[in-house]
Structure formats: C-alpha cells, structure tokens
C-alpha cells in the first residue's frame, strides 16, 4: 500500500463491476428488485468518468468525491451505502498511512455505513462481507488471504435469512441466494488487491 495508484484503482473496480454486471443483477433478481448489477455499473462508470479529476486530489478527498459521486448515481438502498463507506473512510483516514491505520479507519467507515442502513452483522447484506474483510486486514492478512476471506464471507450469505432490505420481505425465500450486496463488495475488494497487491 505504499504507492496507490488511484486512476488505475478506478478502472480495476469499474471494470470488475461490468464485467460481473449481470451475475449482480441476477441475484437481485433473485431476492431483490434485479437493479443491483445496473445500479452499481451506473454508479462506478460515473466514477470513471471523473477519474482523471478525483485521482489527482489527495487521497482522502478522492475518496470522499467518489463517495459522493456514488451516493448521487447508484440509487437503491446501496447507493447512499456504498457511498457512505467511501465518504468515511475519507474522513477517517490517518496522515500517516500504514496497514493498520487504513484497517482502523475502514472499520469506523463500517461502522458508519452500519449507521446508516440501521443494520448489523448476520442480516444478510453488504455488512457480511464488509466486517470480515476489515477483520482479516487488521489481523495483518495477505492480499491473497483478504481476498478469500472476502468470497468466504460471500458465500457465507447463501444460507442465511434476510432481515434488512427489500430480500427481508421474501422471509424464508431469501434463503439459499447469496446477497447481491455481498457479493459487491467480494468484486470490489479482489479487484482492490489484484492493483493494489499487498
Ligand atoms: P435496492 O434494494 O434498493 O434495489 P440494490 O439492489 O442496489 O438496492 O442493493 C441491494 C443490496 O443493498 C442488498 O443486497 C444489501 O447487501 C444492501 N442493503 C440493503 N439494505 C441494507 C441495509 N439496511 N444495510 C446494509 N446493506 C443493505
Ligand atoms: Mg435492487
Ligand atoms: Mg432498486
């Protein structure tokens, strides 16, 4: 984590997220309204769009313009979410970064995005995978091992029952899906550490 290249983090996520488009809108389909898969293309494609500009800021401004830039072109419930999550960690990132102050201050933009849905960890949502991403970065894991922690976790969704956003209306039929949101941020954080690395 040394020399983030910002405009090259960008392209990785906003490529991960069209390239897995349509498996994220058929698991919305699934247990959601099936929007998922578009809201987060639109979302990251306007980030790319603005990425020459947001990657020549300093790194906690960049991220809080692309937190912005999200919470005003994703929509849904996962919008303001995601959105959220960059503007915190935005906010909260130390002068000094190192490992561990950039998993410090992703859990407080954890905790932040967790305000804002009024939700917690076990609710089959985004939070399932955020929470132990950040566990597994702060106990000093590769970028290997975070990624597998991250499709763990992912998967770890299917059997559960959701009981926050629109999958908590299908009760017992939201079992047996993984989460769409979930499964994001699995994307976001393997295409994270494929250029970023270590
Ligand atoms: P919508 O449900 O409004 O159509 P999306 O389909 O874009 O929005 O996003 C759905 C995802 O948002 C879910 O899969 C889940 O991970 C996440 N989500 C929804 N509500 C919450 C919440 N209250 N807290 C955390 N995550 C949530
Ligand atoms: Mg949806
Ligand atoms: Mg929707």
Redo the contacts with the bound molecule.
Sequence with gaps: MTKLDLKALITAVADKVAAHAEE?TA??QA??????GL??KRGFEAVRADADQIAAKPLPEALKAIGTKLVMT??????P?FGTMFLALGKELPAELDRAGFATAFGKAIEA??A????EVG??????VLYPVQATMAAGASGVEIVAAADAAAEK?VPMK?S?????FLGDRSIDHM???????ALLVRAVVETAGE
């Design positions: 994220l698991l919305d247990i959601g309204d099936g929007d998922h809201n987060m994703v929509g849904g419930a996962s919008g979410l995005v967790a804002r849905g009024k939700s609710q089959k949502t985004m939070l399932d969704t959701a926050r956003g629109r999958a908590s989460d769409p949101g979930a499964r994001s941020v």
